[in-house]
């Protein structure tokens, strides 16, 4: 690898004669990603891949085949290289060759042709592998209930790409692909690429149809709950999950109906401390003008401290008949850990990196941040002591994979060696241990 030498002198400690420069050798910063490795191997991701990835390739004289490659970008994605020419520099890397099993790696040029090549075919595949992945840590995890929680997020574009619009409910420009997660584990189950000038509503009932067909058939819980905010409040997905005998929460866009029968319901008392805020719950039958019968809906009316109206209204429609108002809101108020999952797959893994022009391709991106999230949600899942399965992939980086580290090889043994200084070492045997005494 060329690289320029840089050699500085440094002023911090006059008493002493500091220089810094590059000239180390080959070392890593990322000597604990063999984590990964060591993990994939357990859970037979190669053989997935292999699985459910085909893509055609009529090159000859191949150097990388175009499995290896998508392997390397998630490698990247994992250790939070968002940057494409980033596999310029870390080709060489002693340490990603070995987890990879590559000599030599692939560029960026080699990485951008991969993305190029995909079709959509392709791109639908890498999708199922995310979701095999997601099947994969329910089915370990045996929860007695499924909580399906529904969204939309925004990607945005900075430039003429395909399909880009402007969307008003996020004043930005760029794509709205629906999001889709189990609530209780946070596994992804779905990420469904749209152009911009898609509403939330759009579609939302057939792509609901499509997550109940698949969970439901794989699923004998006693308990699948459907969750989602506003914009999936339509009678459509309402009728769905009665018919199924799914149990839904759905927040209710504010209307005048709905805010002035919640203003007859609340009240105000002669003990009533104004400086605190304060809340109500009511449930009451109601029936839209775009619903063919009435349902079960909880509010919520906030009056602020120092005010002595109540201003604030929330409206959640469910099946719950009965339960109380303060339940319904508590099952609803829990969806907002899906927040947390959408910004951990956007900022943690890139998921709304739109570097290209083809749609096709932001799709085939959005597609690898899908699987790499997977990855490192099952690992947290399977493999972390309880104090750190909630633990963000940033920390995890810190803490777990960007450890100073050597590679050295004698006769046929290869040997990793780690930073004897390294503050989080015995997490970092804790989980090399529990990962090898997984028994898939």
């Known amino acids: 690898m060329a690289f320029t030498l840089q050699q500085k002198s440094l002023t911090f400690n006059a008493q002493k004669e500091i220089s810094v420069a590059n000239d180390g050798g080959n070392l890593t910063n990322d000597a604990g990603i063999v984590l990964v490795a060591e993990f994939l191997k357990q859970i037979h991701f190669d053989q997935l891949l292999a699985q459910y990835v085909h893509i055609p390739d009529p090159r000859c004289f191949v150097r990388h085949e175009w499995l290896e490659v998508l392997k390397q ?13 980033d596999a310029n520099t870390l080709q060489y890397d002693r ?59 925004s990607c945005t574009t900075y430039g003429q790409q395909e399909e880009a619009e402007f969307i008003y409910h996020y004043g930005i ?21 749209r152009h911009g000038k898609s509403y939330t509503s759009t579609h939302a009932e057939e792509y609901l149809v499509e997550m109940l067909d698949r969970y439901q058939q794989r699923s004998e819980d006693p308990l699948l709950l459907v969750r989602g905010d506003s914009g999936f409040a339509k009678p459509e997905i309402y009728e769905q999950c009665e018919q199924r005998g799914v149990h839904y929460v759905i927040k209710l866009k504010n209307n005048a109906r709905l ?41 919520k009316a906030t009056r602020k401290g120092g005010y002595f109206l109540f201003s604030e209204f929330q409206f959640v ?40 022009h083809s749609f096709l391709a932001n799709k085939a991106r959005l597609a ?35 450890i100073a580290g050597r590679v050295t090889e004698h006769a046929r043994k290869i040997q990793i060696h780690l930073s004897s200084t390294n503050v989080y070492n015995a997490l970092f045997w804790e989980v090399l241990t529990r990962i090898q005494r997984l028994n898939l």
């Open 368 to 402: 690898l941040s899908f699987i790499a999230y997977n990855i490192i949600h099952l690992m947290k899942q399977l493999t972390f002591p309880q104090t750190k399965k909630a633990t963000v992939i940033d920390t995890i980086r810190f803490q777990l994979f960007h």
């Open 317 to 356: 429609v469910t099946d719950f008949a009965d339960l109380s108002p303060q339940t319904i809101f508590q099952l609803y108020q829990k969806r907002g850990n899906m927040e947390n999952f959408i910004k951990e797959m956007k900022t943690g893994f890139f998921a709304d990196k739109t570097d290209s």
């Open 173 to 193: 420009n760029g794509y709205h692909p629906f999001v889709a997660f189990e609530g209780l584990t946070g596994l992804a189950l779905d990420v469904r690429h």
């Open 73 to 85: 970008w998630l490698y990247q994605l994992i250790a939070g290289y968002s940057r494409d020419r």
């Open 95 to 153: 340490l990603f060759q070995e987890a990879l099993k590559q000599k030599q790696l692939s560029s960026q040029s080699m990485m951008s042709t991969l993305l190029h090549t995909l079709t959509e075919e392709n791109v639908a595949q890498l999708s199922q592998l995310a979701k095999k992945l997601a099947d994969f840590g329910m089915d370990h995890q045996n929860n007695q209930h499924f909580v399906l929680d529904l969204d939309s997020t």
């Open 259 to 299: 805010i002035d029968q919640a203003q007859h319901q609340v009240q105000y008392t002669n003990g009533t401390n104004y400086t605190k805020t304060e809340q109500q719950y009511f449930k009451i039958h109601y029936q839209a003008n775009s619903w063919d019968r009435p349902r079960t809906v909880a509010m």
